[in-house]
């Protein structure tokens, strides 16, 4: 059965709060709580501030995934929001391991996110140093888009990769999860299905976070 991450950056800002007390009383896992920075992604959501007053209103796992530059500059403020994992592009860092062994000494999970045109081969000398794998199935800086195809191949092979090495990196999938496909992510090899849209465009919010929970 697989987690379930619903993205806050789908949620109503003008009613956050009653948001969180849904996701609090739903079947939800994780809250994943997305990071854009304006210049990586082209868009901008929000940032610590924000961030530490959506984890304050929960116990539940909070996943931050930072869609920006120079990771390094804020994971120390991204762990005093309240981040249990914090993940970071490959594509943004140049230092990648030197960023994994930050997050990891400032007391977080660490996971790499890697984005559609990325293949899974460039994660083999990172692998066995992350907790999670965020790919991206849709280009990531906007809610809304559809699910790239392709992405199943991709998790499959990673998939392999992990239980051949015999490792427990999760498998996160972002971008474009819907009702009708998050079977097929599953059956491919996925531990984790963020759902943005699909969860708070739903008339019944927490029925349908309950849907995907069911999916096995």
């Not at 498998?171 to 759902?195: C, F, P, R």
């Not at 465009?201 to 849907?211: F, L, N, R, S």
Request: charged letters at 15%; proline letters at 4%.
């Amino acid at each position: 059965m697989a987690l379930i991450a619903p993205s806050l950056l789908s949620a109503n800002f003008l009613q956050l709060q009653q948001d969180c007390d849904m996701l609090n009383n739903s079947a939800a896992d994780w809250f994943h709580i997305d990071i854009m920075d304006g210049s990586f992604v082209p868009n901008i959501s929000f940032g610590p501030m924000v961030t530490k007053f959506i984890t304050g209103t929960t116990k539940k796992y909070c996943d931050v995934h930072l869609m920006i530059e120079n990771p390094d500059k804020y994971a120390e403020a991204f762990r005093d929001a309240g981040a249990n994992n914090l993940t970071v592009h490959l594509e943004a860092c140049p230092h990648l391991h030197r960023n994994i062994q930050q997050i990891k000494n400032l007391g977080m999970h660490a996971g790499v996110a890697i984005n559609p045109h990325t293949p899974v081969s460039a994660l083999k000398d990172i692998l066995a140093d992350i907790d999670v794998v965020c790919m991206m199935s849709v280009n990531p800086g906007f809610g809304g888009q559809s699910f790239i195809p392709h992405t199943l191949h991709k998790i499959k092979q990673l998939r392999q990769i992990i239980d051949e090495q015999n490792l427990s990196v999760k498998i996160e999938v972002d971008g474009g999860v819907t009702l009708q496909n998050a079977k097929s992510i599953v059956d491919a090899g996925a531990h984790v299905l963020v759902a943005g849209n699909t969860v708070f465009k739903a008339i019944d919010k927490v029925g349908m976070i309950g849907a995907l929970k069911g999916i096995v």
